[in-house]
Structures are given as C-alpha cells and as structure tokens.
C-alpha cells in the first residue's frame, strides 16, 4: 500500500477542498457513508485499557465514542482518526463484527444493530492504522487552515 497516494486520494473524494472546516468534514463523510455519524465523549474510555476511541459501524448509523481529555484539539484528533478509517472504508466487509458474547459482555447497553463492527487501536504499526493516523493529520490540517483563513480574513476585514 502506498500510504501517501491513498491518503491523497481519500482526501480528495471527500471534495472539500485545502480549508474546511469540521463540521464541512463530518457532512462529508456521512454523505460518503450514506448514514449518521454521531460523536460521543465516554469519560470511561481509556482510563484503564488505554483507548483513545471506539467506532462502532451500524446497520443505521456509525457512532464513534472516545476518551476524555482536557485538549480540545487530543479530542478532535481522536476523532479524525476514526473518521479516518470511516474514509479509507476499513473493513467494510466480511469479518468485521465482534462475536456476540463479546457484545454482550462489554456492551450490554448499546443495541446489536450498532455493534456491529468496532474498530481500536490495538495494532499500531499496522498499514491501516499508519494510512489512519496520517490521514486524521491531513484532516486536522485542513480544519487547521479552515480556522486560520476564519481568523485572518476577520482580523483584517472585520
């Protein structure tokens, strides 16, 4: 996998251009999904596993839930980089769901048809979560450069 062309191509379907802003970028990606994407603080999360976040692909609607932290910009890049395995479409296919005694053992409260797949970090050094975290950068860039434009453009023009 050439990670640099296929970051450069995920960002390019989404049509959003160099600047944009998050909420331009979550839009993007749930008309590229065809379904609601909800974002979700879970203060647990990550206090004794070391998870920053948790996508969970449903039949309806993708939620993603991540950690709790004092840093809006740590927050949003949590974030980014689900939004990221959203884009690249990682596994989007057979072998993506948990067993049922998984789900239910750890998520009793959350309905089977938004376990159907969950994705975390747990391999770091693998193809797909490098392609996730460089393109989570590529986004936080464009939403970076989204805000500076915003704040120039008021500074000098009111």
Do not use: W
Request: with cysteine.
């Amino acid at each position: 996998m050439n990670i640099e062309r296929t970051v450069t191509t995920a960002v390019a379907s989404l049509q959003l251009g160099e600047n944009f802003t998050f909420a331009a970028l979550t839009d993007a990606v749930q008309r590229q999904r065809g379904r609601e994407i909800r974002v979700t603080e879970l203060a647990e999360l990550g206090e004794n596993d070391g998870l920053c976040a948790l996508l969970f692909y449903g039949e309806d609607q993708d939620l993603i839930l991540h950690a709790r932290t004092d840093s809006a910009l740590h927050s949003q890049q949590f974030v980014l980089h689900e939004f990221a395995h959203i884009i690249l479409g990682h596994c989007d296919g057979e072998g993506c769901s948990l067993k049922d005694v998984v789900h239910n053992t750890l998520f009793p409260d959350i309905p089977a048809s938004l376990r159907s797949r969950v994705l975390a970090r747990k391999d770091v050094e693998s193809e797909d979560e490098i392609a996730a975290e460089s393109l989570a950068d590529r986004l936080a860039a464009g939403i970076r450069g989204s805000a500076f434009a915003e704040t120039s453009y008021t500074e000098i023009f009111g």
